[in-house]
């Protein structure tokens, strides 16, 4: 069954900057502990006011009252608009912060920004997720459109890394996905821990025996710089090119407006072009060292 | 050369009148912005009286180097430019975007957002006045408009000068963005100095139209029109550096690996002078407060430097931490990554960043020396090995 989306909104009238830098406010209506440095809110607007709809593989920007404000991807499913969902590892003085967040606290939100995993266009084909660590939060929201809409894809494969059993995101997921007979679920750890009788090793070393039709494929990528470099060249070496391949970048975002310079890469501006990238359109510049 | 179109209604304002224009702009509500001495720098800073202008000063720059020289004359703008540009007075250095205070609700916007000033800029160069335009392309030319810049922008009164020397760091006629003032402003002047002090005035907009209505004037005759064209043309021919724009930013793609870059970088500081003090270069940095209570929080956009290493930070790190790829940002944005971004190059041939480089960097001859050890095609990329 396929769920409806709701509609992307296109602003019809000019968006002015005094406006669109100012926050909404949104209650921490649910927060989970994902492990130990990660945990993930559930947001619900104060006022009346709706939050946007969003497509997987966006960001908004998450501020914590006078201490700063932060580009977090949407890890909610985007069926279900209204519950906004974002996972967040405790790593700087605003997500540090953000961790001592209680159910009740309330924060800002500005969004949401930037382009999207493009799975309209990608029906028909096989969709190879290849995830690394926290990279999995932006590819959440895609992995649930994938499920909603499951009869309009070939195969569906996640290929999944974590530092180590405990790091990884959104376990009991991961199970009820592999459990599922249309759905191939694979998972790595670095440094296997505890009763971990899985896969030990790079999520790249994955990609070489994953069962999908390289011709017909559509990978998205997403985790560390330099994981996501390896992961291109492993699906190219299987036959999957830069045209199949999309991949999500990080970058230091001020505004989200595509004005403050920030995150540029190249010539691309990550909030507004990205951060979700055909491979052949940043080619020139990826993996190239400080770009 | 003044614009043609124009030509016929080029007139003449002498000396003594010039302080009317000034009086006519602040009789309409203008703060008028002009060039003045500061600490030995001619800077733009508000001035009310012609006797403010830098009479009979000139300025000598070269790489890293900026001083000012008595003229032989009373010329009011025969200088170029200085560390400042209209910028600061556009999207100000230093702004409040919104202040909030806490509430049971979490916060509340507080609403005490001042309009606009209204300022009329004295003595824009036709550099500036592109670098201006550069502005508008990023600030209101895409999905966001910022209107805090807008408003400062429409309301902006630009009194032009057609440049009548150019200075060693100056290549303006490499990108077409000078030494002739261009469209864009509401009056144009070029300065006569051949014994009568006088100006030729363009007029290049209605509200142009209306002030210079207010001042006597008389239309310039033939031999005062190719005085003026002479004073153009003695600037074009002193530009001190060239830029070749050919293909600039295939070149700058293809070797975006070359080893020049590290000779740059053993010479650069990272300073981040030359984004201070160029007149396009737009980054800000948004800084979020609290007073010290804890109850007000306020949101400022601050000036920022892709020169700094915070500038690129994210959570595993900053992107660019060596010199070599700071300025290569820097360089590779302004001549190549902006004409993707923004339709042109994104520099205008002031040589501001020459001049106030402490170690004078030239981005002319950084340019120049790429293309003298470009082979016509990237290097080879190496293959990466699978851990």
């Known amino acids: 069954m396929q769920t409806p989306l709701r509609k992307l909104e296109r602003p019809a009238a000019p968006v002015y900057g005094s406006n669109a830098c100012k926050p909404y406010r949104c209650r921490v209506t649910r927060r989970v502990q994902e492990n130990d440095d990660t945990f993930t809110v559930e947001l619900t607007p104060v006022s009346a006011r709706q939050h946007g709809a969003f497509a997987p593989g966006q960001f908004n920007m998450l501020y914590v009252f006078g201490l700063g404000e932060i580009p977090i991807s949407i890890s909610g499913d985007p069926a279900d608009p209204d519950r906004l969902v974002h996972t967040t590892r405790a790593v700087g003085v605003v997500t540090r912060c953000m961790a001592t967040l209680r159910e009740g606290d309330v924060i800002g939100v500005r969004g949401p920004f930037g382009t999207h995993w493009p799975l309209d266009e990608l029906k028909g084909r096989d969709i190879v997720i290849v995830a690394g660590g926290i990279g999995l939060a932006p590819l959440r929201p895609a992995l649930y459109q994938l499920v909603a809409q499951r009869g309009e894809y070939a195969r569906v494969v996640l290929l999944y890394g974590a530092r180590t059993p405990e790091d990884m995101l959104y376990r009991a997921e991961l199970e009820r996905w592999r459990a599922r007979f249309d759905l191939e679920v694979y998972v790595t750890v670095d440094r296997a821990t505890g009763d971990w009788h899985g896969n030990v090793g790079l999520v790249t070393a994955l990609i070489p025996r994953a069962p999908f039709e390289p011709r017909n494929t559509a990978a998205l990528l997403c985790g560390p710089e330099v994981m996501m470099r390896y992961a291109v060249q492993a699906l190219q070496k299987r036959g999957v090119g830069a045209t199949q391949t999309w991949l999500s970048l990080e970058r230091n975002m001020k505004c989200g407006m595509a004005m403050c310079g920030h995150c540029q890469f190249g010539p691309h501006i990550v909030c507004r072009d990205g951060p979700v990238f055909r491979m052949d359109r940043i080619q020139r510049f990826f993996g190239k060292w400080e770009v | ?387």
């Open chain 2, 1 to 387: 050369m003044p614009d043609r179109e124009l030509d016929n209604r080029l007139l003449i304002l002498e000396y003594a009148d010039l302080q009317r224009l000034f009086d006519a702009l602040h009789a309409r509500g203008y703060s008028t912005i002009g060039p003045h001495i500061e600490q030995n720098v001619i800077v733009y800073s508000e001035i009310r009286t012609v006797a403010e202008l830098p009479i009979g000063w000139t300025d000598v720059q070269e790489g890293g180097a900026y001083r000012l020289e008595r003229r032989d004359d009373a010329a009011l703008f025969g200088y170029t430019v200085g560390p400042h540009s209209w910028k600061r007075f556009l999207s100000p250095p230093l702004r409040m975007l919104w202040r909030a205070r806490k509430t049971p609700e979490g916060f509340e916007f507080l609403d005490d957002s001042a309009p606009p000033p209204r300022y009329a800029f004295i003595g824009v160069r036709a550099c500036e006045l592109h670098a201006i335009q550069r502005l508008d392309a990023i600030y209101t030319g895409g999905g966001v408009i910022d209107d805090d810049y807008q408003a400062r922008r429409s309301a902006a009164f630009i009194v032009a000068v057609n440049c009548g020397k150019a200075g060693a760091t100056c290549f303006c006629a490499s990108l077409d963005s000078g030494p002739a003032v261009g469209p864009g402003y509401d009056l144009a002047l070029t300065e006569l100095l051949d014994g009568e002090h006088r100006f030729v005035v363009a007029v290049g907009s209605p509200r142009g139209a209306e002030v210079l209505a207010e001042l006597p004037h008389r239309t310039a005759t033939e031999g005062e029109i190719e005085l003026a064209e002479a004073v153009v043309a003695q600037a074009a021919s002193q530009m001190g550096r060239t830029l070749e724009t050919t293909g600039l930013q295939e070149l700058l793609y293809r070797n975006i690996e070359h080893p020049h870059w590290d000779k740059v970088a053993e010479r650069c500081l990272t300073c981040g002078n030359c984004t201070m003090v160029c007149p396009t270069c737009f980054c800000f940095t948004i800084e979020d407060t609290t007073d010290l209570a804890g109850q007000t929080a306020e949101r400022w956009r601050r000036t920022d430097s892709c020169f700094s290493t915070a500038f690129s930070f994210i959570s595993s790190g900053s992107i660019r931490t060596s010199a070599k790829a700071r300025y290569r940002q820097w360089l590779v944005h302004k001549l190549a990554a902006w004409q993707e971004q923004f339709g042109s190059i994104g520099c205008v041939g002031c040589g501001r960043c020459i001049t106030w480089c402490p170690v004078g960097i030239d981005l002319t001859a950084e340019v120049a020396a790429l293309r003298a050890e470009d082979t016509g095609q990237a290097p080879a990329e190496p293959l990466l090995e699978m851990a």
